[in-house]
Structures are given as C-alpha cells and as structure tokens.
C-alpha cells in the first residue's frame, strides 16, 4: 500500500524554483522521508531525507511540516538536466517506490 | 571507486532460460538489494541482504534465488523465465539501514523474455 500520495507530474521553468509536495499523514514516528529521482531509466539517484527538521545540501531543500504529515522538495534553480521522475518515499529500512512525480523543466 | 555495477546491460531470454544478473559494489556497504521496475512503475524490491550470508524476501521474490557469499557480490538468479518477468533490474548497496537513507543504484540490466 502506498504511503505517500504525489501529484503524477508538474511543470516548472527553467531557473525557477521546482517545489514538489508529498502527502505522508499515516507516517510512524521513526520513519523517515527521502526523496529520489529517475533521470531517463537511469537507476534511482539519492537527492534528500529527513525526520523532523528542515533539511539542505548541495542539490535541494527538504521542508516537512510540523506534524510531519507532508513535505515538499525543493530545487531552488530548476535546469533541464532536473526533468525527471522525483520519488518521494516514507520509511525506515527497506524503500517503497511508488510511482512519483514526473517533474518536467522546460526553457 | 566505481560504484554498483552491474552485467549484462541488456539481455533476452527465451520462456523457460536461466540466468543470473550480477551486482558488485566496492564501497563496503553491508545491505544490497534487488529490485524490479516494470514500464511506468515504481521499483519494486525483490531480495535483500544485510551481509554476507544473510538474504531475506522482499515484495516480490517468486521466480527469483540470491546468494550473498561475499561483501561485494549479490547474484539475482532466474530460473525457468517466464514473460512476466521481463523488467528493468535494479541492484542497490547501502550502508546499515534506518537512518542512513542513501541507498546507491546500479546503472540496471534491460531483461526481455520471448
């Protein structure tokens, strides 16, 4: 059973930023969220997780609200090469895909 | 370091062939997994193994053995191919799950059953 809902896909323009939500409300209270993407059937590709608290590194932001019940990812500069499908995922231990955003970047 | 490899890239088989994908990592990580994406849809794990010797089911293992004799290694073997098997196989490698979170995806093997 999925754990998270997703919207099937979103636009965004180049050099703006990307925000993709994800809807997690019956996550347990260890379960962290990750975020992969897809680029073109190319193997899944770590971008993010977190538990509570915002997180940031060098490819995007992790904002998840404060009863953990949803999250969005954020690109803050959207290119070409980000079109791909984004996974947003709940767990702890093993990973269920569902089947993602297809998030596309156009010029 | 290379990473998750894995061989052949592209492969057909005919209803009722055996063959094994092969997965090797070199970063030392204790979990591996095995994966399967059919058009579409999300990955869907087939095995995995926290080290060594050790190998457990995951959602959709019917059709499928492992073996984990080596750090490194984690051979998916099919026996008996059957069409519903043609897929994209992913091999993964992570270090010890729960909070680590990244797990580290080969480039996958195009699988084909006439």
């Known amino acids: 059973d999925a754990k998270t809902t997703q919207p099937p896909s979103m636009d965004c323009a180049e050099g703006r930023a990307a925000n993709l939500p994800c809807n997690h409300s019956?996550?347990?209270?260890?379960?962290?969220v990750y975020w992969y993407r897809q680029i073109h059937s190319q193997g899944p590709q770590y971008i993010i997780h977190g538990l509570k608290n915002n997180e940031t590194n060098e490819m995007a932001s992790l904002i998840i609200t404060e009863d953990r019940k949803s999250s969005t990812l954020i690109l803050p500069h959207a290119t070409l090469r980000d079109t791909a499908v984004y996974y947003c995922?709940?767990?702890?231990?093993?990973?269920?895909f569902g089947q993602g955003t297809i998030l596309t970047v156009h010029p | 370091n290379a990473g998750v490899t894995q061989t052949p890239k592209f492969r057909i088989l005919k209803i009722g062939q055996s063959m094994t994908l092969q997965c090797t990592q070199d970063?030392?990580?204790?979990?591996m997994y095995w994966y399967r994406q059919d058009p579409g849809m999300g990955l869907k794990l087939i095995y995995y193994?926290?080290?060594?010797?050790?190998?457990d089911k995951g959602e959709v293992p019917n059709g499928y053995n492992v073996s984990r004799s080596t750090t490194e290694d984690f051979p998916l073997r099919l026996e008996l191919a059957a069409p519903s098997q043609t897929s994209v196989y992913f091999c993964?490698?992570?270090?010890?799950?729960?909070?680590?979170?990244?797990?580290?995806f080969g480039p996958g093997t195009r699988l084909t059953v006439l």
């Open positions: 193994s926290v080290g060594a010797g050790i190998t």
């Open positions: 993964a490698s992570s270090p010890p799950s729960g909070s680590s979170g990244e797990q580290f």
């Open positions: 995922i709940v767990a702890y231990g093993k990973l269920t």
């Open positions: 970063m030392n990580h204790n979990y």
């Open positions: 019956t996550i347990s209270g260890n379960e962290y």
